[in-house]
């Protein structure tokens, strides 16, 4: 790696400073910063350093992303953009295609990939988004939802039906025929730039679909989601680390009826709580990039139970924290309102709870000793 992992978060820190809360409330993010911030590799950290990224490893990524998590979800949202753009052209693409477009993402270059369509949610079967050729051209026709970080994006990646099969392919945001429609006022990471992305007729060079040829819907999309799940498996691990700073923070200082609130044993009891949830969301993202950058046969189910009890841990949590700062964290723009916010979303992008529990229901049943 380029630079020190602690020398990154201090830079990172000094950047988002106090900020946070002022562009969740104005929904923006300087783009003059992410743009900085993309050209010195901090938006896609597991780049390989030939790319001009950091090439770290799964756990010293998770580490990094629940530091920004922990600052702002929507600077990690747009980092979890980012870097699951580079890791599907990683994936998918040809090592032609990754030379052309990995140092763009870490030359300070945005990107976005759109799955989600009016009518494909977390069935991304029935997307309905075509990608056909057309000569020595393919042309794109679609509609995709709630495309994090594409209302600052360069670049989309997007998913699309291509013969018998998905493509994932390269569109130029300033593509005649791509027209990029912000989402006004979302409940959470409302900063992260997500848009709805209409692409009516858009040609482009044949080369720009990555791999050149299709594959099942289902492996397409698992691969891409991939990197997004742990993504954001880490940053609601930074969630929790900022709640549970400002609750422990507030208990210590507030008093009511002649002692310190956390002294109070109800409000001990969310304290403990909420470090609980921190510990369980660190030690189930810890596991799942270890097996990362194993290699091991576990990465995928692995992957799907750091997002889901990560979540759902960050979830709670935020709302403990809420109810801990009573009043004074009810303000829109304090750190756990956002959090609270923030979190809700978090069960919902990258696949819902409900299809994180479908597929470990799913291997628990086809585990070793299943009935």
């Known amino acids: 790696m380029g630079e020190d992992l602690s020398s990154a978060t201090t830079s990172v820190t000094l950047r988002v400073g106090d900020l946070a809360g002022e562009w969740d409330r104005t929904g923006l993010i300087p783009l003059d910063l992410l743009r900085e911030l993309g050209a010195e590799g901090r938006l896609c950290a597991e780049v390989p350093e030939q790319y001009g990224g950091w090439g770290l490893s799964s756990m010293h990524s998770g580490a990094y992303t629940a530091h920004v998590g922990g600052l702002c979800s929507s600077l990690r949202s747009v980092m979890t953009s980012q870097g699951m753009a580079a890791w599907t052209i990683q994936r998918l693409g040809t090592a032609e295609q990754s030379a052309a477009h990995l140092p763009r993402l870490t030359g300070g270059a945005l990107a976005a990939v759109g799955f989600s369509e009016p009518g494909a949610g977390s069935d991304l079967a029935a997307m309905t988004t075509t990608v056909r050729r057309e000569g020595d051209a393919v042309v794109v026709d679609g509609h995709k939802k709630w495309v994090t970080a594409a209302h600052y994006a360069d670049l989309l990646v997007i998913v699309g039906r291509h013969e018998d099969g998905a493509v994932a392919v390269v569109v130029p945001a300033d593509t005649p025929g791509v027209r990029i429609e912000r989402i006004a006022d979302p409940l959470g990471c409302r900063a992260a730039g997500h848009a709805d992305v209409h692409l009516d007729g858009v040609r482009l060079p044949a080369d720009s679909v990555l791999g050149g040829h299709g ?3 289902a ?3 698992t691969t891409a989601l991939a990197y997004g799940r742990m993504s954001v498996a880490w940053g609601c691990v930074g969630i929790l680390r900022a709640c549970l700073a400002a609750a422990t923070a507030h208990a ?12 109070h044993q109800l409000v001990a009891g969310h304290l403990a709580d909420l470090y609980t949830a921190e510990q369980v969301a660190a030690r189930v993202c810890e596991h799942a990039s270890r097996c990362w950058d194993e290699g091991s046969p576990d990465q995928v189910v692995a992957t799907v139970l750091a997002k889901h009890v990560a979540a759902t841990q960050a979830a709670r949590g935020a709302a403990t924290a809420v109810q801990v700062l009573a009043s004074a964290g009810s303000r829109d723009g304090h750190a756990v309102a956002r959090a609270y916010r923030d979190a809700k979303l978090m ?8 299809l994180c529990r479908l597929m470990l229901a799913q291997h628990a049943l086809s585990a070793p000793g299943a009935p």
């Open 215 to 217: 594959l099942p819907p």
């Open 219 to 221: 492996l397409l999309v």
């Open 252 to 263: 210590a200082g507030r008093e009511q009826f002649g002692r310190p609130l956390a002294e």
């Open 347 to 354: 069960e919902i992008i990258e696949g819902s709870n409900e």
